[in-house]
């Protein structure tokens, strides 16, 4: 299976992730990507900067997880996620998914499946370190929402 | 069994493992047997604020445990 599945603390180069999707890839005619970036507010308060802590044994486990329910749901070809841990500024990218289909919906629907489960089911969580001191960002409804409606 | 806190949980309890060598043989035990510790203990780990994973896999209440697993206890995740 093409699953490319990367937790790093460093940046990544989109296209470099793009070309990996789609080099020498003549089946699929679809790619979806989103990248995910760091806001530079929340409710309160004005956010200076952002920390990712994971729980490194589970991370990678818990992303193939995810993938392979993808990949039970819908046709596809290749699939990279990049997520990124550690000390991050505002406008820094955080996430990356990718999702190569021979058509266009299968591609669309996973990338969205895979961003929603994410959220509520891979062991990250975020510190945001404002003007008011660091706090730790609690878990959205809508996030949940989002992941439960794919079991409705 | 080797237990681990992530996130806010882990600052709360200030502790991010211990040993525990009791014997329980589900999560509700070891939940129960962790909650014991204390005030602290017996509200940070509340069911409805934490998520849990046995062998680095998402868990429930009545998740078996044997005597060498990993169980980690953290907060509701955040990413992406």
Redesign the interface.
């Known amino acids: 299976m093409d699953d490319v599945i990367v937790v790093q603390t460093a940046d990544f180069e989109m296209q470099t992730l793009y070309q990996q999707l789609r080099q020498a890839n003549t089946t699929d005619g679809a790619i979806v990507t989103f990248t995910?970036l760091v806001r530079d507010f929340n409710q309160e308060s004005q956010v200076s900067g952002l920390y990712?802590?994971?729980?490194p044994?589970?991370t990678q486990?818990?992303l193939q997880?995810i993938v392979n329910e993808a990949r039970q749901r819908w046709e596809l070809g290749r699939v990279c996620v990049l997520?990124r841990v550690g000390q991050l500024a505002p406008g820094e990218q955080?996430?990356f998914v990718g999702v190569t289909s021979s058509h266009r919906k299968n591609a669309f629907a996973a990338c969205e499946f895979i961003?929603d489960y994410?959220?509520?089911?891979?062991?990250?969580?975020?510190?945001e370190i404002t003007n008011q001191g660091q706090s730790?960002?609690?878990?959205k409804q809508q996030?949940?929402a989002a992941a439960d409606k794919w079991d409705q | 069994m080797n237990v681990?806190f992530?996130?806010?949980l882990r600052?709360l309890l200030q502790t991010d493992s211990l040993q525990i060598n009791v014997a329980v043989s589900t999560v509700f035990e070891l939940r129960r047997e962790l909650q014991d510790k204390g005030p602290l203990w017996r509200d940070s780990l509340e069911r409805s604020l934490t998520l849990v994973?046995v062998n680095?896999?998402?868990a429930n209440e009545d998740t078996l445990l044997e005597k060498n697993d990993?169980v980690?206890f953290?907060?509701?995740?955040?990413?992406?």
Not at chain 1, 136 to 139: D, H, P, Q, R, Y
């Open positions: 995910g990712l802590e994971h729980y044994a589970m486990k818990a997880k997520h955080i996430v961003m994410l959220k509520t089911r891979a062991p990250f969580w975020k510190k730790w960002v609690s878990a996030d949940k | 681990l992530f996130g806010q600052e994973a680095q896999t998402m990993e980690a953290f907060p509701p995740v955040t990413g992406g």
